[in-house]
Nanobody, 128 residues
């Protein structure tokens, strides 16, 4: 059974930090790129970051560039999203997703429909 399980979401004050984890199982993790998305109430799901499986290229949305860092540990089948200097506008449910192509790059994150597997999400709330 394919599973992506996010964890690490919490309530934090503005300026604080969180590290989200995405633990994968049930598929060959090394063959998949991983993306992070978020969805705030009343808004569409948006791409935040992705990391490739080939050359470890990473992408960041402009809104998080310089504050968020994505990384992966293939030995643990886990991807991390380190989030620093959090802002109230970062409040959302954060989802990780796996995509079996070779598309994530410095200037591009595949759209939601390109992803094959999704986690259930973890809530991040940033208070002002």
């Amino acid at each position: 059974e394919v599973q992506l399980v996010e964890s690490g979401g919490d309530l934090v004050q503005a300026g604080g930090s969180l590290r989200l984890s995405c633990a994968a199982s049930g598929f060959t993790f090394d063959d998949y790129e991983i993306g992070w998305f978020r969805q705030a109430p009343g808004k569409e799901r948006e791409g935040v970051s992705c990391i490739s499986n080939s050359d470890l290229s990473t992408y960041y949305a402009d809104s998080v560039k310089g504050r968020f860092t994505i990384s992966r540990d293939n030995a643990k089948n886990t991807v991390y999203l380190q989030m620093n200097n959090l802002k109230p506008e970062d409040t959302a449910v954060y989802y990780c997703a796996a995509e079996g192509g070779i598309r994530c790059g410095t200037y591009y994150q595949p759209p939601t429909y390109e992803y094959d597997y999704w986690g259930q999400g973890t809530q991040v709330t940033v208070s002002s």
